[in-house]
């Protein structure tokens, strides 16, 4: 990553020369997620089990975000600036000249398949941080305790009009440094048809926690289900990792979310989860769940706004509130 961006200027001015025909068309989007979180106040003054939208008792901007895309036939160049409180907790261990990169890549693209380099958004569960694009406002536990972006190397085979299959080579398991490059690998085997999405990913690497100061081996194995239509959007999302020798630590979760539009500027949603991690790999809890209902209103084709309540149970605290009001502007 340290020579990203000259080689992003330089391949940006060698194709600009390429010719007319097939000249390079720019795009230009963004997002603005804010919100205020309500519940009761902690030492942390934030909701421990989540970085995205976890603030308490203050009005935050969860992601400003900016994308800027190049693309031709056979080049895209993709670069996404962001700022606020998700990137500010999610990036704390990263440089600070790089904690604004939310994506940051170029593509060559090829028949049939692409290959590319840089920053990308993580490819593991069904949610991302652009709040917009999910069924619930808050994210789920399952993307919490995953990579929340990675580095390196993504190549793309688009098998038919059904199947396509990404392969991964990562910088570690969250990590933009590579002074203490940790190789890792991962998949993503998509499957589309009709108003069904399946996804399945992988993930193999050597990792440190809290408990274990040398890297040891982790593995990840990730499933999720999609099923849209004009009044319903459902999904699951099931995953079990696992850590140490002869893999001997191990966590899971699954979820279940639903969403039913009323009209087209309204809708309900709907989630229930479970987390398990008995050997604290991951959460501080061995035993966590969470429920959460919302109701999202679209004032325009731009702006929504909306509340979500939602509560968590573990064995720690058997009952812990919170609610979220939240706008969502994408242009």
């Not at 808050?138 to 929340?148: D, F, H, I, K």
């Not at 392969?167 to 085997?189: H, V």
């Not at 899971?252 to 039913?260: H, P, R, V």
């Amino acid at each position: 990553m340290k020579y990203l961006f000259s080689v992003f200027i330089f391949a940006f001015v060698m194709d600009s020369f390429a010719g007319e025909k097939d000249s390079l068309r720019f795009q230009m989007h963004g997002l603005i997620d804010g919100y205020s979180t309500f519940g009761k106040s902690n030492s942390l003054g934030k909701i421990p089990y989540l970085v995205s939208s976890s603030t308490l008792n203050a009005f935050q901007i969860n992601l400003n975000l900016m994308e800027f895309t190049w693309e031709n036939s056979t080049w895209k160049y993709v670069l996404s600036p962001a700022m606020g409180t998700y990137l500010t907790q999610n990036y704390a261990a990263e440089k600070s000249y790089k904690r604004w990169i939310y994506e940051a890549y170029i593509q060559r693209k090829m028949y049939h398949s692409s290959i590319a380099a840089g920053v990308f958004s993580s490819p593991y569960t069904q949610e991302t941080p652009k709040s917009i694009d999910q069924i619930s406002y808050s994210r789920s536990l399952a993307p919490e305790y995953v990579p929340y972006y990675i580095s390196g190397l993504k190549y793309n085979w688009t098998i038919n009009s059904h199947w396509s299959l990404s392969l991964f080579a990562m910088n570690g398991w969250q990590k933009l440094d590579y002074s203490n490059f940790t190789p890792s690998f991962g998949s993503l085997l998509e499957f589309k048809k009709g108003n069904w999405k399946v996804n399945w990913s992988t993930y193999i690497g050597r990792e440190k926690s809290i408990q274990m100061k040398e890297p040891q081996s982790r593995m990840l194995c990730e499933g999720n289900i999609h099923y849209s239509n004009r009044k319903w959007n459902i999904q699951s999302c099931i995953y079990i990792g696992s850590q140490g020798i002869n893999f001997s630590r191990n966590w899971g979760q699954i979820n279940a979310q639903f969403a039913y539009s009323f009209s087209q500027r309204m809708r309900c949603y709907g989630r229930i989860e479970y987390f398990k991690d008995p050997s604290n790999m991951q959460i501080a809890c061995k035993h966590l769940a969470s429920e959460s209902t919302g109701v999202l209103v679209a004032l325009n084709d731009v702006m929504n706004i909306g509340t979500e309540f939602r509560c968590f149970h573990s064995e720690k605290k058997a009952f812990e509130p919170y609610q979220f009001l939240f706008f969502q502007l994408k242009f």
